[in-house]
Protein backbone atom coordinates (compact mmCIF):
# COMPACT_ATOMS: atom_id res chain seq x y z
CA UNK A 1 0.00 0.00 0.00
CA UNK A 2 1.53 3.34 -1.38
CA UNK A 3 2.24 6.26 1.41
CA UNK A 4 1.74 9.71 0.35
CA UNK A 5 3.16 12.25 3.16
CA UNK A 6 2.50 15.84 2.64
CA UNK A 7 5.86 17.73 2.84
CA UNK A 8 5.09 20.63 1.29
CA UNK A 9 3.90 23.40 3.74
CA UNK A 10 6.20 25.40 5.88
CA UNK A 11 5.26 24.37 9.40
CA UNK A 12 4.54 27.49 11.03
CA UNK A 13 4.58 25.70 14.61
CA UNK A 14 7.83 24.92 14.10
CA UNK A 15 9.05 28.47 12.91
CA UNK A 16 10.85 28.98 16.15
CA UNK A 17 12.76 26.06 15.49
CA UNK A 18 13.99 27.49 12.07
CA UNK A 19 13.04 29.62 9.20
CA UNK A 20 15.14 27.77 6.84
CA UNK A 21 14.77 24.20 7.32
CA UNK A 22 11.93 21.91 6.66
CA UNK A 23 10.01 21.06 9.14
CA UNK A 24 10.07 17.47 8.06
CA UNK A 25 13.87 17.30 8.43
CA UNK A 26 13.61 18.80 11.64
CA UNK A 27 16.19 16.63 13.65
CA UNK A 28 15.41 14.08 16.40
CA UNK A 29 18.23 11.85 17.38
CA UNK A 30 20.11 12.32 14.57
CA UNK A 31 17.49 11.47 11.92
CA UNK A 32 14.88 14.29 10.55
CA UNK A 33 11.19 13.45 11.50
CA UNK A 34 10.43 12.80 8.01
CA UNK A 35 12.70 9.48 8.56
CA UNK A 36 10.88 8.23 11.60
CA UNK A 37 7.65 8.42 9.94
CA UNK A 38 8.84 6.66 6.98
CA UNK A 39 10.35 4.44 9.12
CA UNK A 40 6.98 3.46 11.04
CA UNK A 41 5.28 2.51 7.61
CA UNK A 42 7.86 0.47 6.55
CA UNK A 43 7.75 -1.38 9.67
CA UNK A 44 4.32 -2.64 8.65
CA UNK A 45 5.65 -3.34 5.43
CA UNK A 46 4.53 -0.27 3.77
CA UNK A 47 7.84 1.31 1.76
CA UNK A 48 6.24 2.54 -1.66
CA UNK A 49 6.52 6.30 -0.58
CA UNK A 50 4.96 9.45 -2.43
CA UNK A 51 6.26 12.94 -1.08
CA UNK A 52 4.39 15.63 -1.81
CA UNK A 53 7.35 18.90 -1.77
CA UNK A 54 6.84 22.31 -1.97
CA UNK A 55 8.80 24.76 0.53
CA UNK A 56 12.25 23.50 1.26
CA UNK A 57 11.49 20.44 -1.34
CA UNK A 58 15.24 20.58 -2.83
CA UNK A 59 16.29 20.28 0.90
CA UNK A 60 13.98 17.02 1.78
CA UNK A 61 15.41 15.27 -1.73
CA UNK A 62 18.61 16.07 -1.12
CA UNK A 63 18.91 14.18 2.27
CA UNK A 64 17.77 11.00 0.41
CA UNK A 65 19.94 11.52 -2.57
CA UNK A 66 22.58 11.88 0.04
CA UNK A 67 21.83 9.26 2.57
CA UNK A 68 24.42 7.81 4.61
CA UNK A 69 23.25 4.65 5.79
CA UNK A 70 26.18 4.05 8.21
CA UNK A 71 24.46 6.47 10.42
CA UNK A 72 21.81 4.31 11.43
CA UNK A 73 22.84 0.95 10.80
CA UNK A 74 25.75 -1.12 12.23
CA UNK A 75 28.62 -1.38 10.41
CA UNK A 76 32.49 -2.44 10.02
CA UNK A 77 35.85 -0.19 8.63
CA UNK A 78 38.24 -2.53 7.27
CA UNK A 79 41.59 -1.66 5.76
CA UNK A 80 41.52 0.78 2.70
CA UNK A 81 38.46 2.75 4.31
CA UNK A 82 35.97 0.03 3.12
CA UNK A 83 32.67 0.11 4.51
CA UNK A 84 30.64 -2.97 5.18
CA UNK A 85 27.00 -2.75 6.68
CA UNK A 86 25.39 -4.95 8.56
CA UNK A 87 22.38 -4.27 6.94
CA UNK A 88 20.66 -1.58 4.96
CA UNK A 89 17.67 0.42 6.21
CA UNK A 90 16.59 2.22 2.74
CA UNK A 91 17.33 -0.72 0.24
CA UNK A 92 13.92 -1.62 -0.23
CA UNK A 93 12.20 1.87 0.32
CA UNK A 94 10.54 3.44 -3.67
CA UNK A 95 10.59 7.25 -2.91
CA UNK A 96 9.21 9.44 -5.31
CA UNK A 97 9.35 12.74 -5.33
CA UNK A 98 6.60 15.11 -6.51
CA UNK A 99 6.90 19.11 -6.71
CA UNK A 100 3.34 19.77 -5.62
CA UNK A 101 3.96 23.74 -5.24
CA UNK A 102 5.00 26.41 -2.69
CA UNK A 103 1.57 27.68 -1.53
CA UNK A 104 -0.98 24.59 -2.58
CA UNK A 105 -3.37 23.38 -0.37
CA UNK A 106 -3.20 19.70 1.34
CA UNK A 107 -6.33 18.55 -1.14
CA UNK A 108 -4.65 20.24 -4.06
CA UNK A 109 -1.35 18.16 -3.00
CA UNK A 110 -3.04 15.23 -3.40
CA UNK A 111 -5.11 15.42 -6.61
CA UNK A 112 -1.65 16.00 -7.88
CA UNK A 113 -0.16 12.66 -7.24
CA UNK A 114 -3.09 11.37 -8.20
CA UNK A 115 -1.52 9.84 -11.37
CA UNK A 116 0.53 7.92 -9.36
CA UNK A 117 -1.57 5.88 -7.35
CA UNK A 118 -3.31 4.19 -10.39
CA UNK A 119 -4.20 0.82 -9.93
CA UNK A 120 -4.13 1.61 -5.68
CA UNK A 121 -7.48 0.64 -4.23
CA UNK A 122 -6.44 1.70 -0.81
CA UNK A 123 -3.62 4.06 0.35
CA UNK A 124 -1.93 6.18 3.14
CA UNK A 125 -1.46 9.72 3.52
CA UNK A 126 0.08 11.99 6.24
CA UNK A 127 1.02 15.39 7.62
CA UNK A 128 4.36 14.61 8.09
CA UNK A 129 4.29 16.28 11.81
CA UNK A 130 3.20 13.20 13.59
CA UNK A 131 4.52 10.20 15.41
CA UNK A 132 2.00 7.49 16.94
CA UNK A 133 2.85 4.11 18.22
CA UNK A 134 -0.61 2.87 17.13
CA UNK A 135 -0.73 -0.58 15.49
CA UNK A 136 -1.19 0.35 12.03
CA UNK A 137 -2.60 -2.87 10.57
CA UNK A 138 -5.27 -2.93 13.11
CA UNK A 139 -6.47 0.45 11.74
CA UNK A 140 -6.11 -0.46 8.42
CA UNK A 141 -8.39 -4.18 8.35
CA UNK A 142 -10.35 -1.55 10.64
CA UNK A 143 -11.03 0.79 8.27
CA UNK A 144 -11.12 -1.99 5.26
CA UNK A 145 -13.96 -3.53 7.12
CA UNK A 146 -15.75 -0.46 7.81
CA UNK A 147 -16.58 0.04 3.95
CA UNK A 148 -16.38 3.97 4.02
CA UNK A 149 -14.16 6.46 1.82
CA UNK A 150 -11.93 8.09 4.45
CA UNK A 151 -10.40 7.82 7.87
CA UNK A 152 -8.13 9.22 10.04
CA UNK A 153 -6.69 8.77 13.25
CA UNK A 154 -8.63 10.53 16.18
CA UNK A 155 -6.62 11.56 19.26
CA UNK A 156 -6.25 13.61 22.57
CA UNK A 157 -4.42 16.95 22.16
CA UNK A 158 -0.87 16.46 23.20
CA UNK A 159 -0.18 20.28 23.95
CA UNK A 160 -0.64 21.38 27.05
CA UNK A 161 -3.79 23.83 26.98
CA UNK A 162 -7.27 24.51 29.23
CA UNK A 163 -10.29 23.67 27.87
CA UNK A 164 -13.17 25.84 29.72
CA UNK A 165 -16.62 25.56 29.68
CA UNK A 166 -19.52 28.49 29.90
CA UNK A 167 -22.66 28.56 31.49
CA UNK A 168 -25.68 30.30 29.94
CA UNK A 169 -24.53 33.25 32.03
CA UNK A 170 -20.87 33.39 30.58
CA UNK A 171 -19.79 32.09 34.62
CA UNK A 172 -17.25 29.50 34.20
CA UNK A 173 -18.57 25.96 34.98
CA UNK A 174 -15.72 23.88 34.38
CA UNK A 175 -12.26 23.96 33.60
CA UNK A 176 -9.68 21.40 32.82
CA UNK A 177 -6.32 20.17 30.93
CA UNK A 178 -7.62 19.41 27.42
CA UNK A 179 -6.19 15.85 27.66
CA UNK A 180 -8.59 15.15 30.40
CA UNK A 181 -11.55 16.29 28.54
CA UNK A 182 -13.54 14.19 25.78
CA UNK A 183 -11.74 16.67 23.04
CA UNK A 184 -10.57 14.72 20.07
CA UNK A 185 -8.57 16.07 17.10
CA UNK A 186 -7.87 14.90 13.91
CA UNK A 187 -4.43 13.47 14.41
CA UNK A 188 -3.46 12.76 10.18
CA UNK A 189 -2.46 8.78 9.81
CA UNK A 190 -5.33 8.55 6.98
CA UNK A 191 -6.23 5.64 5.38
CA UNK A 192 -8.32 6.72 1.60
CA UNK A 193 -10.07 4.74 -1.09
CA UNK A 194 -9.26 5.91 -4.59
CA UNK A 195 -13.09 7.89 -4.50
CA UNK A 196 -11.65 9.85 -2.91
CA UNK A 197 -10.81 11.98 -5.44
CA UNK A 198 -14.13 11.91 -6.25
CA UNK A 199 -14.61 14.41 -3.24
CA UNK A 200 -11.40 16.85 -3.94
CA UNK A 201 -12.33 20.37 -6.03
CA UNK A 202 -9.08 22.12 -7.29
CA UNK A 203 -7.57 24.51 -4.41
CA UNK A 204 -9.58 22.54 -1.67
CA UNK A 205 -8.29 22.27 2.20
CA UNK A 206 -8.50 17.90 2.56
CA UNK A 207 -10.22 18.67 5.68
CA UNK A 208 -12.68 21.54 4.82
CA UNK A 209 -14.95 20.90 1.43
CA UNK A 210 -14.17 17.23 0.79
CA UNK A 211 -14.28 15.68 4.00
CA UNK A 212 -17.65 17.86 4.71
CA UNK A 213 -18.81 16.43 1.82
CA UNK A 214 -17.67 12.82 3.26
CA UNK A 215 -19.53 13.57 6.09
CA UNK A 216 -22.98 14.36 4.77
CA UNK A 217 -23.03 11.31 3.09
CA UNK A 218 -21.52 8.88 5.79
CA UNK A 219 -18.55 7.96 4.37
CA UNK A 220 -15.80 9.62 6.79
CA UNK A 221 -14.97 7.82 9.80
CA UNK A 222 -12.12 8.18 12.77
CA UNK A 223 -9.81 5.41 14.51
CA UNK A 224 -9.67 6.59 17.99
CA UNK A 225 -5.98 6.03 19.70
CA UNK A 226 -5.57 6.29 23.24
CA UNK A 227 -1.99 6.35 23.68
CA UNK A 228 0.61 7.72 22.13
CA UNK A 229 0.38 10.38 20.04
CA UNK A 230 2.55 13.83 19.31
CA UNK A 231 2.40 16.71 16.76
CA UNK A 232 5.37 17.94 16.33
CA UNK A 233 5.55 21.76 17.42
CA UNK A 234 8.72 23.45 18.68
CA UNK A 235 7.39 22.34 22.38
CA UNK A 236 7.02 19.35 21.77
CA UNK A 237 9.80 18.77 19.33
CA UNK A 238 12.02 19.44 22.28
CA UNK A 239 10.10 16.77 24.42
CA UNK A 240 10.41 14.38 21.70
CA UNK A 241 13.83 14.69 21.48
CA UNK A 242 14.45 14.15 25.28
CA UNK A 243 12.10 11.06 25.25
CA UNK A 244 14.68 10.09 22.47
CA UNK A 245 17.69 10.83 24.01
CA UNK A 246 16.64 8.98 27.52
CA UNK A 247 15.34 5.65 25.55
CA UNK A 248 12.09 6.65 25.79
CA UNK A 249 10.46 6.55 22.10
CA UNK A 250 6.96 4.75 22.08
CA UNK A 251 6.90 5.64 18.07
CA UNK A 252 10.05 3.50 17.35
CA UNK A 253 7.45 0.25 16.80
CA UNK A 254 10.41 -1.39 14.91
CA UNK A 255 13.08 -1.04 17.39
CA UNK A 256 10.82 -3.19 19.83
CA UNK A 257 11.92 -7.17 20.40
Not at 117 to 146: C, V
Not at 167 to 185: A, F, G, N, P, T
Request: proline share 4%; glycine share 8%.
Amino acid sequence: MKVVLFCGGQGMRMRDYSQDLPKPLADLGGRPMVWHLMKYYAHFGHKDFILCLGHGGNAIKNYFLKYDETVSNDCVLSGGGRVELAHRDLDDWRISFVDTGLTSTVGERLRLVEPYLKGEEMFLANYSDGLTDMHLPTQIQWFRESGKVASFLAVKPSQSFSVVTLRDDKSVDDIQYVRESDLLINGGFFVLRRQIFDYIKEGEELVEEPFHRLIKENQLVAYRHDRFWCMDTFKEHQQLSDMHREGNAPWEVWARP
